[in-house]
Each structure stands twice: as structure tokens, then as C-alpha cells.
């Protein structure tokens, strides 16, 4: 088959198992934070530690992301990140706050940790909306006006409460006692707004776009397509009868409700990326528009291929060394 | 607003994030080889003194690689965001540099840093010196990228111009263009000078502060000693990048000696206040034929001026300026690396006047770093990929008032954190004399007896 027309395809689907990469691992990191005003300050090191090895490696995903779409998709990386130029900015600092108040909180003094587990808070806080807030604007395919704009706010609200959900599983599967107990409750709370978030963007993307709109409901594809929401209500029902029968004594299934939320994730994301395939600017700019020169686009793909095998054997290989429950980190 | 320039202010943003940015790789790139060496030392000696130098370095490491993970967030959209003309004209070369560059660097860094930050007590001893080896071998491998990119675009060869838009055509000219080599090797030894001084600079401050741990002297001694090796090389390879430039960029080395008209026997001139309307230096003190013997190694050598690259040539006073800063510090980093060296050599440690010079220049690095780079990137104007592209052409269409908010929330993020970032190192140095808990049991230290073969006995 031609280069021209498989590698754009080849990289969109890069680029999209890094976003949902990015969106599940950077997820329940940012979900922590939000959730982190809610504990006491003893809670608050053992949510903090339980994330600590990973949090690094996790938001690489998102400069692999960024970095597909810049080299990729040059044209695309232009107009979206041109149009979301102010909420990207607040995404930016947000992360920048975050990233570093995680570090400043235990080796600043201690009259300072307060302040920096707030600037941990707010961070995490603002990250996810602004991530929302882009979210929702991208599936009005940039449009303007009140509409499109009262939707994202929506979306921001909601994807906070899918990551404040995600980061509680985490908690539920990563911590012990009162904290564990804390996080169920957490987890079933910030359920109902995952429900209401992935029910309002698929009520919003098909009237946002007749394209999709047909997309979703012709004969036959409604048939290939219906496993997703059936498989979502599965998932969501199981996980929230089985956070009805949390904490159990025995901690051996602590991990199941976690990975129902990895789960729910890329259900979604497989609903999105239908959509709006083969777009990467919503009805504007296809993949193959979009696209990089193929020899280009080749040697990155080769290394690609060589390289990401690579990237999640030792990406394993940290989950798996700091497995179970979390404990204090440190340095030596 | 209006009378805004977009142009001038995407420079001054973009300016502003990578100046940020690259103070923390600076530091990391370097100081991971340095726990590795205070690791190994413990090691071979057993001695408790490296393994708290190393608990102290080590937090230092944490903080500075957080810092720089969060900056460089940034960069990778603001290359979009600011340059949109950028990727679409060399976004062929620079898309695969950069790709490599996150693919072969940044997870490798990021994916053992947990392990080589936490793992201590959860990993056999060979894992965890391979963690620390492997994210010391990724920062270096992030510098080899960047600065094969940024290189390209100073000296660019191997791509050819099909329809207006740069096409690879040779990856190892691309990869190791013809100033590639000297900006690498200068830009390493930046980062081992700086994280010398940042680690006598301490050291000296906690010395100061009565801390008499042999730890303090111990890293002091590492410090020092670093910075007096690595300094000479470093003026002998910034000398080499000069002449490299000379050759390649000629209009850059005619701003940063601010020589006007391009003749033999010019003078070095030490100090001048450049005026380009003028076309002329005023108030310079020179020393005849400085330049020509520095250029050409001839006293009659001619010098390129810059009235051969009117309105093709960068802005002087900055690029002049900037080089005077880089190396004026880089002349006082070999009075006080040698100075303190030899009074180590004499006495055991420096004396404390000296070690209130160290203190002061904990940071020099970041300052001669950061000029050292508005000397070549400012030089490179009015390019940004030199006769390929120019800058004003790669801005984006983004409104002035946008970039005008944004810089002004950055700008003021910055210096909070570099505050923060500073004040906290300076918190860290004080604190480590307040023992922690000290490892007793030597088999939970697990590279005494399994990290380097030779010991295992005498641990």
C-alpha cells in the first residue's frame, strides 16, 4: 500500500493510544490531586507516595501526544493549539504548579506544605478542567458562541469528576485502612458524574456534526457500534455493585474497580476516535491533509516501532516494582 | 494593544519558557553522573560521607528534574503555538529530531526515575545503578537531540528545498552538522561546570554555617576540584565553537566582537557600547590586535565586519553584551576553581572569605549558560534556520494582547518558582546536618555488595 496513505493512519493511531494513555495514567495522578484537600495531612503523604515513582512517565505521554501531532500533523497542531491558545496556556501552568508543588511539599519547610498541597490541589484542579474545556470545544469542532462554550464547561466538569474517579480507584486499589475506606466513598461519588459526563458528550458529538450523526445511527454500523454502550453500562454497574460491597476484608479484588475505569476509558476514547476519524481537525482537516512528508513520517514510524516495545517493558517494569500497596517513599 | 508586535513578543515568550526550561536540564544532565559517582565512591569505601552527600544531591536531582519535566510540557506546544511557519517549512527535519528526542530520551529518563528515586530499598543493587545510569544516559541522550536540532538550524546541511519546503536528504549530515560537535561538548561541560559550582556553592554555605560534616567537605572537595578540570577544557572548546562560527556564521562573531568593517589587525575590544545607527563603537577599551590573534591566530588576520551583512546580521548590543557576560564569568570560574583547589590541596578546605565567593556563585553557571545561549541564538538572527527561514516569517497568527497575557502569567510563574527553587536548595543544604535515619544494616544497602564486583569483599 501506498506510504501516504498508511502512515498518516499509522500515526493518528499512535497519537491516540498516547492520548488515551495520557488520559488514563495522567488521570487518576491529576484525580489524586483533586481529591487531596479531602484527607488529613497523614493521608495526604501516603496519596501523594502512591503516586510519587509514576507521575513523571505518565505526563511524558502527553509530550509524546503533543509531540505526534507537532511532527505528524504539523498543519493540525497549528490550528488546534493556535485556537486553544489561552486554555492550553492555563493546562501549561497548571501542570507546571502541580508538577512542582509535588516536590516543594516535602522538601520545602513545613509551615510551607499546606500552601503547596493547595498549589497541588488547584493544579491538578485547573489541568483537568482546561483539558475538559478543550475537550468539549474540540468536539463542537471549534465552533463558537454560548452553546459551544456552555457545553465546555460541561465537559470540563466532568472529565475533573471522570479523573477524580479514576484517581479514587487508584486510591482504592493503592491504600490500606481509613484512607482505602475514604476512596471507596470517593469512587462512588464521582461514579454518577462519569455516567453524566459520557452521557452528555454522546447526546453533544452527534449534534454537534451530521456526519457523525450518520455515522452513529446507519445500518449497519449502529450494530458494530452498539457493544460500546453496552459494554460501558456493563462495566459501570459492575463497578459500582462492587464499590456497594467495598472495603472487604480481604483485599485481593482492590484492583478491579480500577481497572473498570481504564476500562470505561477506552470505551470512550474508541467512541470518540470513530467519530471523529478521519478527522484530526473536527470537519476541517483529514489525517492525510494534515500529514508530514512520508519519508519523514517513515523514520519516526521505524523508530516508533522499535522503541515503544521498549518504552512499555520498562513502563512494567516500574508498576511492577512499586506493586501493592503504597508505602513511604524514600530516597534511600 | 495594538501597536503590539506579535513577532517581538512570541520571541520574548518562547525567549522566556526555554531560558526556564533549560536551567534545570543544565543542572540535571550533569548531576546525575555526579551521584553516580558519589555512589560508586561509597561503594569502593564504605565511607557513610558519600552515601550523605548523596542523600542530599539526590533530593536536589528530584526537585531540578521535576522542574525541568513541567517546563519542558511547555515547549512542546509552544514550537505550534508560536512557530506555526517553523514545522510547516523544516517540520520535516525537526519532526523526526524532536520525535527521537521524546521516543529515545524522555521516557528513558521518566521510566527509571521512579526506580532510581524510590527504589533504593525495593530493587536488587544492580537494578537500581542501572536505573540511575539509564536516566543519566537519557538526559545526556535529550541533550544529543536537542542540540543536533538546534545546531541544524544554525548550520544547516543535508536537505534540499522542494517546493518552498526543506526535505531530508542526508540524516547524518542532518544529525551531525558542521557545528553540532562544538555546541554539544560546550553545552556538556556548561552543565558539569554549573552543577560543580551549584555543589561547592552549597557545600561552601553549609561549611559556612558550621555544618562540619566530612559529607560537606567531601562535596565541597568534589565541587571544586570538578569545576578547576573542567573549566580549562571549556574555554579551549568555546574557543573551538568561536572559530567554528567564524566559519560558519561570520555576521555572529562580527556583533559579539563588534567589529564594524571587516580588515586585518582588529583589536579586542574589552569593553564598548555598540550603536547601530552609527554604525560605530563608542567609549572602547581594546587591545590591539586582541581579535585578529584570537580568530585568525595572526596579528594581521582579518576579522569579517559587520557592514558586510547590513540589514543580515543580528542585533549587536545583545549579542556583544551576552558574550562579555559569558566569558567574564567563565574567566572567574578559573581564578576561584584554582584558587579554592589549591587551598584544598594546602590546607584541607578554603578559607571562609573563599567560601563566601563559592556561595555567590552557586548559580554563575545558569548566568554564563543562559548568556552563552542569547550569544548564538541571538546571533543567529534575523534566521531562524539561517538562509532558510526567517523568524518573522514562523510567527503565528495568534493576537499580540493573547501572547501579551500569557507572557505576563509565565513570566510571573517563573519567578516564583525560582525563588521557590532556590530558596528551598539553600533549605535542603541547612537541614542535611539534622541526621535522619541512618541505614545501619549494610545488606539493605544493596550496591555495597552487589553494585561493583571488586568491593564486594572489602563491604
Redesign the interface.
Known amino acids: 500500500m501506498d506510504q501516504a496513505v498508511w502512515l498518516p493512519v499509522a500515526f493518528a493511531v499512535l497519537m491516540g493510544v498516547s492520548i488515551l494513555l495520557y488520559v488514563i495514567l495522567d488521570g487518576y495522578d491529576l484525580g489524586v490531586g483533586i481529591l487531596l484537600p479531602r484527607a488529613t495531612p497523614e493521608e495526604k503523604d501516603r496519596m501523594i507516595a502512591s503516586i510519587?515513582?509514576?507521575w513523571?512517565?505518565n505526563?511524558?505521554w502527553?509530550?509524546?501526544a503533543?509531540?505526534?501531532?507537532?511532527?505528524?500533523f504539523?498543519?493540525a497542531?497549528?490550528v488546534i493549539?493556535?485556537t486553544l491558545?489561552?486554555p492550553?496556556?492555563f493546562l501549561?501552568?497548571a501542570?507546571?504548579?502541580?508538577?512542582?508543588a509535588?516536590?516543594?511539599r516535602a522538601?520545602?519547610?513545613a509551615p510551607f506544605k499546606p500552601w503547596w498541597d493547595r498549589a497541588f490541589f488547584a493544579g491538578s484542579l485547573v489541568a483537568a478542567l482546561s483539558q475538559g474545556y478543550m475537550l468539549g470545544l474540540y468536539i463542537n469542532g471549534f465552533a463558537g458562541g454560548l452553546t459551544a462554550h456552555a457545553f465546555a464547561v460541561l465537559t470540563a466538569l466532568c472529565l475533573a469528576a471522570a479523573y477524580a474517579f479514576i484517581g479514587a480507584c487508584w486510591l482504592v486499589m493503592k491504600t490500606e485502612k481509613d484512607l482505602h475506606v475514604k476512596a471507596v466513598r470517593w469512587a462512588r461519588l464521582t461514579l454518577g458524574a462519569v455516567v453524566l459526563g459520557m452521557a452528555a458528550v454522546s447526546i453533544a458529538t452527534p449534534l454537534a456534526s451530521q456526519r457523525i450523526f450518520a455515522k452513529w445511527f446507519s445500518f449497519p454500523e449502529i450494530i458494530a457500534l452498539a457493544p460500546i454502550p453496552l459494554m460501558s453500562g456493563a462495566i459501570i454497574v459492575g463497578v459500582w455493585m462492587m464499590l456497594q460491597r467495598m472495603p472487604r476484608a480481604d483485599h485481593s479484588l482492590d484492583f478491579v474497580p480500577f481497572v473498570g475505569a481504564v476500562l470505561l476509558n477506552v470505551l470512550g476514547f474508541t467512541g470518540l476516535a470513530y467519530s471523529f476519524y478521519p478527522y484530526v481537525v473536527p470537519d476541517r482537516l483529514t489525517i492525510w491533509q494534515a500529514a508530514?512528508?512520508p519519508?519523514?513520517l517513515m523514520?519516526?514510524f521505524a523508530?516508533?516501532c522499535f522503541?515503544?516495545p521498549v518504552?512499555i517493558a520498562?513502563?512494567v517494569?516500574?508498576y511492577w516494582?512499586?506493586r501493592g500497596k503504597a508505602t513511604e517513599?524514600?530516597?534511600? | 494593544m495594538s501597536d503590539l508586535d506579535p513577532t517581538l513578543l512570541a520571541r520574548i515568550q518562547f525567549g522566556a519558557n526555554i531560558s526556564f526550561h533549560i536551567l534545570f536540564p543544565t543542572i540535571s544532565i550533569a548531576l546525575s553522573w555526579v551521584l553516580i559517582y558519589f555512589k560508586i565512591r561509597y561503594a569502593r569505601s564504605g565511607d557513610e560521607k558519600w552515601m550523605e552527600a548523596y542523600r542530599l544531591y539526590v533530593k536536589v536531582f528530584a526537585l531540578t528534574f521535576a522542574l525541568g519535566v513541567v517546563s519542558g510540557i511547555t515547549m512542546s506546544f509552544q514550537f505550534g503555538t508560536n512557530w506555526p511557519g517553523y514545522m510547516e517549512k523544516v517540520g520535516n527535519i525537526a519532526g523526526p529530531l524532536l520525535a527521537y528526542e521524546i521516543l529515545t530520551a524522555f521516557f528513558l529518563e521518566a521510566g527509571f526515575l521512579g526506580i532510581m528515586l524510590f527504589g533504593f530499598r525495593r530493587v536488587p543493587g544492580w537494578l537500581h545503578t542501572l536505573a540511575t545510569v539509564l536516566v543519566a544516559f537519557g538526559t545526556a541522550l535529550s541533550a544529543f537531540w536537542i542540540l543536533a536540532l538546534n545546531s541544524w538550524m544554525q548550520t544547516p546541511v543535508g536537505h534540499e528545498m522542494r517546493d518552498g519546503v526543506a526535505h531530508a536528504v542526508d540524516w547524518w549530515q542532518i544529525v551531525f552538522n558542521p557545528s553540532m560537535p562544538y555546541r554539544l561538548t560546550h553545552m556538556v561541560l556548561a552543565s558539569g561546570l554549573t552543577v560543580a559550582f551549584l555543589i561547592a556553592g552549597l557545600s561552601a554555605y553549609q561549611r559556612l554555617k558550621g555544618d562540619e560534616r566530612p559529607a560537606v567537605k567531601a562535596a565541597l572537595t568534589t565541587g571544586v576540584v570538578l569545576a578547576a578540570i573542567l573549566i580549562p577544557i571549556q574555554i579551549f572548546v568555546g574557543d573551538q565553537h568561536g572559530l567554528n562560527t567564524l566559519k560558519h556564521q561570520p555576521q555572529k562573531v562580527a556583533a559579539m566582537e563588534a567589529n564594524w568593517e571587516t580588515r586585518p589587525a582588529v583589536p579586542l575590544v574589552l569593553f564598548a557600547w555598540p550603536d547601530e545607527q552609527a554604525r560605530d563603537n563608542h567609549y572602547e577599551i581594546a587591545i590591539p590586535y586582541g581579535a585578529s590573534l584570537i580568530l585568525g591566530h595572526s596579528p594581521n588576520a582579518v576579522v569579517p565586519g559587520l557592514n558586510d551583512f547590513r540589514g543580515n546580521h543580528p542585533p549587536v548590543k545583545p549579542v556583544f553584551f551576552a558574550f562579555r557576560i559569558m566569558v567574564g564569568i567563565g574567566l572567574l570560574m578559573l581564578a576561584v576553581s584554582w584558587f579554592a583547589s589549591f587551598q584544598i590541596w594546602r590546607r584541607g578546605e578554603p578559607v571562609p572569605l573563599v567560601n563566601r565567593v563559592l556561595v555567590a556563585m552557586t548559580f554563575a553557571g545558569w548566568v554564563a549558560t543562559l548568556a552563552g545561549w542569547y550569544v548564538t541564538e541571538i546571533g543567529r538572527q534575523p534566521w531562524l534556520v539561517s538562509g532558510v527561514l526567517r523568524t518573522a516569517d514562523a510567527v503565528s497568527a495568534v493576537p499580540a494582547p493573547m501572547i501579551a497575557a500569557t507572557l505576563a502569567a509565565y513570566l510571573a510563574t517563573y519567578a516564583f518558582l525560582l525563588a521557590a527553587y532556590v530558596s528551598v536548595l539553600f533549605y535542603l543544604a541547612r537541614k542535611a546536618r539534622i541526621p535522619g535515619t541512618t541505614v545501619k544494616d549494610k545488606d539493605q544497602i544493596p550496591f555495597v555488595h552487589e553494585g561493583l564486583p571488586a568491593d564486594a569483599a572489602k563491604a
Not at chain 1, 95 to 100: D, N
Not at chain 1, 329 to 332: A, I, K, N
Request: hydrophobic share 55%.
Open positions: 510519587g515513582p509514576f513523571d512517565a505526563e511524558t502527553l509530550v509524546m503533543v509531540g505526534l501531532l507537532l511532527v505528524g504539523p498543519t497542531h497549528g493549539l493556535s491558545y489561552g492550553v496556556a501549561l501552568i501542570l507546571i504548579v502541580r508538577g512542582v509535588f516536590e516543594f522538601k520545602a519547610g508530514s512528508a519519508e519523514s523514520i519516526i523508530g516508533a522503541v515503544l518504552i520498562y513502563s517494569l516500574a516494582v512499586f517513599l524514600r530516597y534511600d
